[in-house]
């Protein structure tokens, strides 16, 4: 484990430390012809060398497989994106980094995996309970809040896409882990930030309906969340 936890910490170094913005324009812009691209593969391999202690004579095909492979999949990355997935290949590049340094760990330590440790009661509970938490209380709120939607002006393009379902998801996770880890004093300040936020649409709206739509699936979404980290943890004395 401390092996693969020496490759993860070069490649955080490296990739997010020790790389400059120039450095991922510059690799935009030139692709396989960047130097920045081989600055920035140099320096993982300084990393890789430092952690290891030099010791290549042991490590040397743990060290050839990363640095490869990591060359490879960032040209895969610079070829491949587009304006409109650089999110997505962002990702796609972590995984895939991620992905050799685990196989390059494998190669000197014997990692046992059981299905059994992974999907135990408890985390079976966990999975449940964020869904419910998430995609569930979504659905139940939009259902419940719509029938008192009030009419309002079109969206201007001051407002970020499917912006409110988001906020919802990681208040109702917030509040959800408060109440999971006894910080209930949390919630109320989660609250009155929220109120400070919407106080200046609210005033500047002069829309009581709207101002009471908002209440209403505010309160909702708290009181989701905070019946749901009760029930969990109710479950959770159980199991």
Request: charged residues 20%.
């Amino acid at each position: 484990m401390i092996l693969f936890l020496k490759f993860l910490l070069a490649h955080i170094l490296g990739d997010f430390v020790f790389q400059p913005e120039k450095w991922v324009k510059g690799k935009e812009e030139k692709k396989v012809k960047s130097v920045k691209l081989y600055f920035h593969i140099g320096v993982h391999a300084v990393l890789l060398l430092f952690l290891l202690k030099f010791n290549l004579q042991k490590y040397w095909l743990g060290f050839l497989l990363i640095i490869t492979s990591h060359y490879i999949i960032d040209l895969l990355k610079l070829y491949l994106q587009k304006k409109h997935t650089k999110r997505i290949w962002f990702f796609i590049d972590q995984i895939l980094h991620v992905l050799v340094l685990f196989l390059a760990s494998a190669l000197y330590v014997v990692f046992s995996l059981s299905l059994k440790n992974i999907f135990t009661d408890k985390i079976l509970l966990l999975l449940i309970f964020i869904l419910l938490v998430t995609s569930v209380s979504a659905i139940i709120i939009k259902i419940v809040i719509t029938q008192w939607n009030p009419e309002t002006k079109k969206e201007n393009d001051d407002s970020l896409a499917k912006a409110g379902r988001y906020i919802g998801v990681l208040e109702r996770l917030f509040v959800f882990a408060f109440v999971v880890t006894s910080h209930w004093e949390a919630i109320g300040f989660l609250l009155a930030a929220k109120s400070v936020f919407r106080f200046g649409d609210l005033t500047s709206s002069k829309d009581r309906k709207l101002t009471e739509y908002i209440l209403i699936g505010t309160l909702l979404s708290f009181g989701i969340a905070i019946f749901l980290g009760v029930l969990y943890l109710y479950f959770l004395t159980i199991l």
